[in-house]
């Protein structure tokens, strides 16, 4: 691996956060209201007021308390919170851990769904089995994750079939098959578009690469296409693919609000919407922090994966 190249990956990912949080300090700062009428209520007096902003530093100069509010994002600590006084950051490790969890098993769906769908559809292109394949994206597509969880919800959780259960969350240490059995319908709702643009992308760019000229050579030297299809197009094919997953990734990290609030679990979309309640400014900049450089690490992440599959890449000027 080219170790410049990931150096200047890494310096992007870090501008790239501290622009992000840069944001978000400037955006909550400017909120009307003060977090000291958060905790004491619009009746306290001034005097308690100046005491209260001088408990939680509100009293610094604006520069200090943005030194150590981005600082502070890359030790993982967002402050505590104005409701409770516990740490942001212990109060979103369990919630994150969850949602983390949904993430990943709505990807796996998505990689061992969508990919073959779509390597299937290129190899047999303008076929009725690859129409069926480009039918069945458009529709997901076409379906919002709130519809289809809210779909999922009314006919696989109730009788006559009642499958799943209706929602919540059973840690993995109280077993493996009902941890995964209150995942799998969030997952799959959530899975739903995402589904969709992976196996277009996947079909899309396994047709360019089968057009290409070294897939020619290699089918004129009688190279069994077996061997063409996944030796000599899947690792070129699947590049673009990679980039969808892990804006995916991201994607899905920052979306679950909608999704985790229709079946009732305990993740970082039920941590966002009580922080909104209850107008908690740190729990609402980690709400969006933690998201967001999910999505920046995500991206990091298959930049990393790309010079595993294309050592070229990082010989470019990029």
Request: no cysteine; aromatic share 8%; glycine share 8%.
């Amino acid at each position: 691996m080219n170790y410049l190249y990931l150096v200047k990956r890494t310096a992007v990912a870090i501008v790239s956060v501290v622009i992000v949080a840069s944001v978000v300090f400037g955006v909550t700062t400017l909120l009307p209201g003060s977090a000291a009428n958060i905790v004491l209520g619009t009746e306290a007096t001034e005097e308690t007021v100046q005491q209260v902003n001088a408990d939680l530093g509100l009293d610094r100069p604006l520069t200090v308390q943005y030194i150590d509010f981005v600082g502070g994002v890359f030790v993982g600590d967002f402050g505590n919170s104005l409701i409770s006084g516990q740490p942001v950051s212990e109060m979103i490790w369990n919630r994150l851990i969850r949602t983390l969890q949904l993430s990943t098993v709505a990807m796996v769906i998505s990689i061992i769904t969508a990919i073959p769908l779509g390597i299937i559809a290129a190899a047999k292109r303008n076929t009725i089995t690859d129409h069926l394949v480009t039918t069945g994206s458009y529709i997901g597509l076409s379906i919002p994750s709130f519809v289809s969880a809210t779909l999922l919800l009314l006919f696989l959780t109730s009788p006559p079939l009642d499958l799943f259960p209706r929602g919540g969350y059973v840690p993995l240490k109280e077993g493996l098959i009902p941890w995964f059995h209150h995942l799998l319908l969030p997952a799959i709702a959530m899975n739903t578009v995402i589904l969709a643009y992976v196996l277009r992308q996947t079909r899309s760019s396994m047709v360019d690469t089968l057009e290409s000229d070294y897939i020619r050579t290699a089918r004129l030297k009688g190279v069994a296409e077996r061997s063409v299809l996944f030796r000599h197009g899947l690792r070129n094919g699947l590049l673009p693919t990679v980039t969808v997953l892990a804006l995916n990734f991201g994607w899905m990290m920052g979306s679950v609000v909608i999704i985790e609030e229709i079946f009732a679990f305990p993740g970082m979309g039920e941590f966002i919407v009580r922080g909104i309640e209850n107008r908690d400014l740190p729990v609402i900049q980690a709400g969006i922090l933690v998201p967001t450089i999910g999505f920046i690490l995500a991206n990091f992440t298959a930049d990393i994966v790309y010079t595993l599959l294309d050592p070229r890449i990082s010989l470019g000027d990029q």
